[in-house]
């Protein structure tokens, strides 16, 4: 097999330290934000949107929250592509 390969996807769980986790709401109800999700996109730039849990318990609905616009929230979105593309680098093949 030769030629282009179309990589639709390539996209990262990243675990949001507990000092930087905040609270943000989605009809009526708060959830603490845990989790980014980092996809790089087609032109080499990454996107991020953050998930997490409601603070009043519960499993809640998987919704996506935007990120604020943190310094700390940055530099963690970029180290973490930058230890992904490393991880992904020295891949071992199938296992």
Do not use: C, Q
């Amino acid at each position: 097999m030769s030629g282009h390969l179309d990589v639709s996807a390539l996209a990262i769980n990243v675990t949001i330290p507990e000092e930087l986790r905040w609270t943000d709401t989605r009809r009526d109800e708060a959830f603490t934000l845990m989790t980014l999700n980092v996809r790089l996109l087609p032109d080499g730039r990454l996107a991020v949107k953050a998930y997490g849990r409601p603070v009043a318990g519960g499993r809640g609905a998987y919704v996506s929250f935007p990120v604020p616009d943190r310094p700390e929230l940055a530099d963690l979105v970029a180290r973490a592509a930058d230890r992904a593309g490393t991880l992904w680098a020295a891949h071992r093949g199938l296992g």
